[in-house]
């Protein structure tokens, strides 16, 4: 029987530490995600040693700096650079950062924004 998967709260403060403890456990980062709720960003760090997960959230604000682990992981600079061109959060540190340009959107941080339709006459 499979374990259930935990996410564990962390601080902003934490997360490299977390990244350093999972390298020198043997952990390979799985993903980086995120996503807006209400006025806040979850962000999800997701680490796999011998197929058991570790996952570590942090819940931040729009302008809350978030410190890269590229340095500990070299490949998150990708989610890093998604994270800040698709939500608009800073992150800080990156190795490779690409200022905003990874991705081409037609609206600025499009997930960071909530979109809202207006009703026309006759909607229901």
Do not use: W
Request: proline fraction near 4%; hydrophobic fraction near 35%.
């Amino acid at each position: 029987m499979m374990e259930p998967q935990v996410i564990a709260p962390i601080s902003v403060g934490e997360v490299v530490q977390k990244a350093q403890q999972a390298k020198k456990d043997g952990c390979r980062l799985v993903l980086i995600s995120c996503t807006k709720i209400g006025d806040d960003f979850e962000i999800i760090y997701t680490y796999e040693k011998d197929l058991k997960m570790t996952n570590f959230r942090i819940t931040v604000k729009q302008d809350t700096e978030i410190p890269s682990i590229s340095s500990v992981y070299f490949g998150s600079f990708v989610y890093e650079n998604e994270i800040h061109d698709l939500y608009g959060l800073p992150v800080k540190g990156i190795n490779i950062d690409f200022k905003g340009t990874f991705y081409k959107t037609a609206v600025k941080h499009p997930f960071s924004v909530t979109i809202t339709k207006e009703k026309k006459e006759g909607d229901a």
